[in-house]
Each structure stands twice: as structure tokens, then as C-alpha cells.
């Protein structure tokens, strides 16, 4: 190919189109254009060109990157059925003997033909002997046509060597025969439009919750970590990398039999050796999707990461404040996105619970009638939450006039008052008061009883 002329249309939308690299002729930007041009460029060879535009996208619909026109001149297959019927042609020729003595062997001979072709045609060589002067039958050179490759202008062609012993300088007869080889030239001149290239817009989306952000000091609890990945643009994404940093002693990192992956509501399996964790870093990378048999992760498509942050006897006030980053590519590959959700922070709460529980029995009005007084009080730094609170009555005594209505359950006998407490707060104290009267033979010391 030769003359070769390849002009790529820059549309509006892009701006500050700049030539970076060439590896073959000279480009330049010449108006909405950028037209580059090569000489001549061998078979099988490759060329690139480097550029770069400015684009700037308030959405997600696909961009037009314009057409380009490439125009060379180049050899073309209709030459084939071409061909010379008869033609004469006279032309020059070399060939010659190399014959060299060998240094530690006196007497032997190494020895070979070489045929030179010194015209401006190509050559075909198709015989070549070299005999003995006193033995004709004798041949150290023969040659099968077939062996030999068409000779063009300047080339040579090498026989093996052979060997001769002869204390004189050897001598030998030589025979060769060849025809000059019909050859033409074309110019073919070609014209090509290819189509411009879509420019798909990628764009992702991203949240991270925890199911909790508060765990106790000085125990083992799990963190669930939900992690959502959109595909908010219009090309399907091909390359996902997690990561997941920095943890530590008290807050450790899932195994990868822990990680749930969930891809539009299912959930896939993610193997061993898509996880990694190494300098505090947690990273889940899902490569060349193409080549899997999910595909790649297609628009509108999302993704769900779900594993637990082990949170191993943490100290009070400890925190761990991490930082994900989701880091997404398209294929063909483009700029890698990168995204940062917002992280909650896991606070260990040092929750140590205390409080004051009492029981007071007051004579009230005739025999075997008694007024009861629980109480409950926060003597702790932290919130009470869900208190059961048991009174048992004994068998022979009746109950009623409740400040607050129990349940009556028979968990520690048959007749157990129940109060639940969903909360007391710090230095909050709770009275709960009901009555009972004593019926039949019974000892008053028996309403003593608290639970």
C-alpha cells in the first residue's frame, strides 16, 4: 500500500481533538478534521495513530465519534487473472565457485555454487550442475527445480557445500540453466468509508449499608455489609474491582465462602480466587466478564455484595472508619471509573447494664390484704432495653388493682405477673404497684416472694 491518506471527522460535541502519537507518517488536526498520512506501508503491517477529544455529557445516550475515510493505492486481486502469452527477453548473469582450503586439513577442499542474479528481472533457476572434469557422471552439485525459489533482481542462490581432496588447485565443470521470469505491475487506487464508532457512555451507581452500627466492646459480633453496584450507563461493564480498606485486629474481613454475590436478584457463586486481602485491603475483582458465563454486566443491570465485617473484642470507644471504592471498565477497555460511596462508621459501644430491683410489702385494711411495690432503677451509663419483669403470687392469694396491667403467664408457677420494659434510660426509675388478699390457710410472709 502506498499514498495512503486517512481522514477521521471530528463531530461537534467533541472538542480540542490533539494528535499524541504516530507510529508511521505525519497527522495533524486540520479544521473538524484530523487527516494523517502515510507513504507506503509494507503486508502485514501495522500502524497506529493516537488521538484524543474532549467530551463533556449531561446523560447517558450514545455519541456519535464520527466517520473516517481512508483513500491508498494498493495491489488488488482482479489482477490474478492476468497474464503474458509470450515474450524474449535477453538479461545479465553471475554465478561463481567459492572453493576454500580448511586451516587444519591440507589438501581439503570446502566448495560451493553460488549463482548471482544481476538483472533487474526475476530469475528462475532450474538446473545447475558441477562435475568432475575426468568423471562427467560424477555431479557435486544437482539440483531439483522445485528447491529453488524464484530469484528476484539482486538475489542469490547458495548450493550445499560439498567436499574435495586434491593437492592441486581443484578444477571443476559447471552447467547451469535459467529462464527469466514474466512480470507486470498494477496500480490499483482504493477508496474506503468506515462507519464511525459508537461511544457508549458508562456510568455507574453505588450504595453501602450496614445493617448495624454500634457494637458491643469486648465481644465477637458480625457487621453485615451490603454493597449495590448500578450499571446507570449505556455500555455493559466488562472489568469490577471492590475494595474494601482498612482493616484491623479488632475489625477483620470476611473469607470468600462468606461473600454472597446477588446479580439482578440471584445470586451467583464467586470463586475463591476473585478475593483477596493483603496489606488491610479487601479487594473482590471480577474480570474479563465476557469470557464467563454471566456475561458482562449489562445496563440497568445491578450488582449486590453482601459479607460480614467480623468485629473481634473491640475496646472502648474503638472505631472502624473504612473506605470503599468500586473501580469499573468497559471492552473495549476505556477510562476505568472509579466511584466512592458514602461509608457509615461501626462504634464500639461499651454498654454495661446495672440497675436496682425491689420489692416492697405494705398491710393494707383487713387481715391477708397486702399492697405489693415492685421498682426498677437504671443505676447504670447505659440504656436498659427489653426488661422482664416476674412477680409470682402465691396460690392463696387473689390479685388486682394494677398501676400497670401484667401479662399472666405460669412460667415460674401458676399464677406469674409479667411486666415488659422495652427501655429505662440512665438514672430513670420505674414503681409498679397491685394488690392481693390472702384467702384459707396461708402465712403472709409467702407474698415475700420476688422475682
Known sequence: ???????????????????????????????????????????????????????????????????????????????????????????????????????????????????????????????????????????????????????????????????????????????????????????????????????????????????????????????????????????????????????????QPPKAEEIKLIWDGDEVEITADAVNFEMNEFKITLSNLKENSTGMLKPDSTLEFVYPVHCINPVRDSTFDSEITYLVNTFPVSQELEFKPDVPTISAIHIRRKFRIGKEVIPVGTLGHYKIILSLENIGESKLLGINLLDKVPDSFEYSEYSMTPEITDEVGQDTLKWIIEELDVGESLEISYEITGTGEYSPSDAQLAL
Open 1 to 251: 500500500m502506498s499514498n495512503i491518506k486517512v481522514i477521521k471527522t471530528i463531530p461537534d460535541e467533541f472538542t480540542n481533538p490533539t494528535v499524541r502519537e504516530t507510529t508511521e507518517g505525519r497527522a495533524g488536526v486540520e479544521g473538524d478534521k484530523i487527516v494523517w498520512t502515510i507513504d507506503k506501508l509494507a503486508p502485514e503491517y501495522t500502524v497506529m495513530l493516537k488521538f484524543t477529544c474532549n467530551i463533556t455529557v449531561n446523560d447517558i445516550t450514545r455519541r456519535s465519534t464520527g466517520a473516517i475515510n481512508v483513500s491508498y493505492q494498493a495491489a488488488s486481486s482482479f489482477a490474478e487473472g492476468l497474464a503474458i502469452d509470450k515474450f524474449d527477453a535477453y538479461t545479465r548473469n553471475k554465478f561463481f565457485i567459492d572453493t576454500l582450503e580448511r586451516d587444519e586439513e591440507p589438501n581439503i577442499w570446502d566448495n560451493k555454487l553460488i549463482f548471482d542474479n544481476s538483472s533487474e528481472f526475476i530469475i528462475q533457476l532450474f538446473n545447475a550442475d558441477v562435475y568432475s572434469p575426468e568423471d562427467p557422471s560424477k555431479k557435486f552439485v544437482d539440483i531439483d527445480p522445485n528447491d529453488v525459489p524464484m530469484l528476484p533482481s539482486g538475489a542469490q542462490w547458495h548450493s550445499v557445500k560439498w567436499e574435495y581432496e586434491s593437492e592441486d588447485y581443484p578444477t571443476f565443470r559447471k552447467k547451469l540453466e535459467f529462464r527469466v521470469v514474466p512480470d507486470y505491475q498494477y496500480n490499483v487506487n482504493v477508496s474506503v468509508s468506515v462507519s464511525d464508532v459508537i461511544l457508549e457512555i458508562a456510568s455507574i451507581t453505588g450504595e453501602m449499608i450496614y445493617d448495624k452500627v454500634e457494637t458491643p466492646t469486648y465481644k465477637a459480633q458480625d457487621v453485615i455489609a451490603t454493597l449495590k453496584l448500578g450499571n446507570h450507563g449505556s455500555a455493559p461493564l466488562n472489568d469490577i474491582t471492590i475494595l474494601h480498606q482498612t482493616f484491623t485486629d479488632e475489625y
